[in-house]
């Protein structure tokens, strides 16, 4: 009898520690998803509020493709934009509310699966002033098939 007990709670230990492991490998393997959940979440935040705003992004493997979107009162035109400080002369021109998809040329070496994250600036003429608006928050993803 004593053995029997002994044996059913070595069992229930077991049980309890692989579960337990089984828990921690599977926490282990989902952390990046996780982590880039919770970056994806805090560009989406700045983004969506901001005066012009990123309202979509992806990237294959030879643009980087915006939804860009003017949250002004006021017509805009944005006339450059600057990804990773890389200069992009463009001219957009867009009323209040207004969005245009933007596709912007990448660095050749970025394949399918890569990781990106780029600072994006926007410089635009409203009413007779030049006004830049820098992006203090990266937008980032993994870069897609073209």
């Not at 059913?8 to 952390?31: A, M, N």
């Not at 805009?76 to 969005?99: A, R, W």
């Not at 394949?111 to 600036?121: C, L, M, P, Q, V």
């Amino acid at each position: 009898m004593k053995r029997a007990q002994t044996a059913t709670e070595y069992l229930i230990l077991l049980s309890v520690i692989l579960f337990i492991t089984g828990f921690v490998v599977s926490s282990l393997v989902d952390f990046p998803s996780l982590i880039d959940s919770v970056n994806g979440r805090s560009d989406s935040a700045y983004w969506d509020y901001s005066d012009i705003r990123i309202v979509d992004h992806t990237h294959n493997t030879t643009h980087l493709i915006m939804s860009v979107q003017n949250a002004l009162f006021e017509p805009i035109n944005i006339s450059q934009m600057y990804v990773n400080l890389e200069e992009f002369n463009t001219s957009y021109y867009l009323v209040p509310g207004e969005s245009a998809n933007v596709l912007l040329p990448v660095p050749t070496n970025v394949s399918a699966g890569d990781r990106y994250e780029y600072t994006i600036d926007f410089t635009f003429i409203q009413g007779n002033s030049n006004v830049t608006f820098p992006g203090v928050v990266p937008i980032g993803g993994v870069v897609g098939v073209s």
